[in-house]
């Protein structure tokens, strides 16, 4: 009788999310790892510890991953120190031993080969209880600089990647002789849009095909100050380019009165949605010039498809850093960022040239291209098999 061997699947501990830029990264890394096993015929087990309360939460279990939730708490940034000791900081950094025992007791229980944190309040706690069950953890950040989770467990991680060059030095000086630059995660699917399907699913046949196409995106919910800033420069907008605008559910109404009285001809060249979904990686690929954020996985998309970008950064988000995103790219030519009080003067000024001059449009979009890592997933998969002792 023959005997096969078994071989033992590798176990691995995710860590990271509350929302997409942390949680989304994570699962194309997973994926990228299942797919590379797979094919040496060896399996992967994957724990997911997250907040109950995050974006993770419902994502890893509907995607199969098994998950289990820790108590966490979010610090509240403030250039005042006695902010930093109000009330909600104190009771919720008081949670974060908790979860570090919870998250101990899990990884104690799992036994994984190694840990990837991806950021995010729930990241720490896992990533120290990792530590001090010497576990190999692997730190991923998807930003141009360190989110405030990665500083802390930068100088406890086996490997750091990062997303830029830029990062490097940033991390504390032990990290960087073992850092690595991967990029960050991009779902595969994201780099297989059609143009052609997006025009047949969406009944894009009033576009001018000879005019440069504007993709126009605040992320799934919308943004009231991308849609006003777009709606005020839309017939002029329309004269230059087709414009496929996703405005998120809530904005949708409002704004498809406010258009309603655009002429035939120009309303034609104009689709407003509400949201897309399977159709996204089409409209990008029909895309010449995009209108968006300027988030982490929003820069590692466009940048992988070599995308012409305008970015009107969010200015609440975490240590500005959608700002330092926009102006990374700017300064190599890459997009153009607008900061501050943007009117719409400034966006249509920020268009023009990128529509009315292909030669322009081709240069941003191949500076853009530069800083693309379309596989990064698999360099990330490399660092953590490197981490844990196993071949790449």
Not at 62 to 91: C, W, Y
Not at 95 to 112: D, E, K, T
Not at 216 to 223: D, H, N, R
């Amino acid at each position: 009788m023959e005997f096969t061997e078994r071989i033992a699947p590798l176990r691995l501990v995710v860590t990271g999310g509350g929302t997409g830029g942390h949680t989304y990264p994570a699962l194309t890394a997973v994926r990228a790892l299942q797919a590379r096993l797979a094919a040496r015929g060896r399996a992967v087990d994957v724990l997911w510890i997250g907040t109950a309360a995050g974006l993770e939460s419902r994502v890893a279990p509907a995607e199969g991953i098994r998950f289990e939730p820790v108590a966490t708490g979010k610090v509240r940034r403030s250039s005042n120190p006695l902010k930093l000791v109000s009330p909600a900081n104190v009771r919720d950094m008081c949670r974060v031993p908790l979860g570090a025992w919870q998250a101990r007791a899990l990884i104690s229980g799992f036994r994984p080969d190694v840990v990837l944190a991806t950021g995010g309040y729930v990241a720490v706690p896992v990533g120290l209880a990792a530590r001090s069950c010497r576990v190999p953890l692997v730190v991923h950040e998807q930003t141009v600089r360190l989110g405030l989770a990665n500083k802390v467990l930068a100088r406890a991680a086996t490997r750091v990647a990062v997303s830029s060059e830029s990062t490097l030095p940033l991390l504390p000086r032990s990290a960087r002789r073992t850092a690595a630059v991967t990029g960050n995660p991009v779902r595969p699917a994201v780099l297989a849009g059609r143009a052609d399907k997006a025009v047949t699913a969406l009944d894009l046949y009033g576009f001018d095909r000879s005019l440069p196409t504007v993709y126009v995106t605040g992320g799934a919910q919308g943004s009231v100050q991308i849609n006003t800033l777009v709606a005020a420069v839309l017939p002029e907008l329309l004269q230059q380019a087709n414009v496929v605008h996703q405005c998120g559910p809530a904005n949708e109404a409002a704004l498809r009165e406010r258009t309603r009285a655009l002429p035939p001809h120009l309303a034609g060249r104009y689709l407003l949605t509400g949201y897309l979904g399977a159709e996204l990686p089409d409209v990008l690929a029909l895309a010449d010039v995009v209108v968006s954020r300027s988030g982490a996985g929003t820069l590692a998309e466009l940048t992988a498809l070599g995308k012409a970008a305008v970015f009107v950064p969010l200015a609440s988000s975490a240590g500005n850093e959608q700002a330092h995103n926009a102006t990374h790219l700017q300064q190599s030519g890459a997009a153009t960022a607008l900061l501050g009080d943007v009117t719409p003067a400034d966006l249509h000024t920020a268009l023009t040239p990128l529509l009315t001059d292909p030669a322009r449009r081709t240069t941003m979009a191949a500076r853009s291209r530069e800083h693309g890592r379309p596989d990064a997933a698999d360099h990330l998969v490399d660092v953590l098999l490197s981490a844990a002792g196993q071949p790449t």
